[in-house]
């Protein structure tokens, strides 16, 4: 079964980077469409940006305005998330979760990563 190891996380200034990584084990990830998802402290889980199969056509949240992208090379069996202009309110827990669906659809995820703590912070 498709399984996630999500790293990368960690404290960074507020107006800095981070690059989160998700890495695939247990099936290729060609084969499936694939999100992340934030979870920031004291609210729910929302998809923030997701990557599919095969074209690797990519969403991301409205609220994200051009500063995070999503790739994901296969060769190597992960997914990235490049973060840049990091503000407090990008605090979270990153998940990585995916689909075999040709499409990106939050709700339809079903194989998940344990989350990568992110903390922004001067």
């Known amino acids: 079964q498709l399984q996630f190891v999500e790293s990368g996380g960690g404290l960074v200034q507020p107006g800095g980077s981070l690059r989160l990584s998700c890495v695939a084990s247990?099936?290729?990830?060609?084969?499936?469409?694939v999100g992340w998802f934030r979870q920031a402290p004291g609210k729910e889980r929302d998809g923030i940006s997701c990557?599919?199969?095969?074209?690797?056509?990519?969403n991301y949240a409205y609220s994200l305005k051009g500063r995070f992208t999503i790739s994901r090379d296969d060769a190597k069996n992960t997914v990235y998330l490049q973060m840049n202009s990091l503000t407090p309110e990008d605090t979270g827990v990153y998940f990585c979760?995916?689909?075999?669906?040709?499409?990106?659809?939050?709700?339809?995820?079903?194989?998940w990563g344990n989350g990568t703590l992110v903390t922004v912070s001067s």
């Open positions: 979760a995916a689909q075999r669906s040709w499409y990106c659809t939050y709700s339809e995820m079903k194989f």
């Open positions: 247990g099936a290729d990830l060609n084969s499936y469409t």
């Open positions: 990557i599919t199969r095969d074209n690797g056509l990519s």
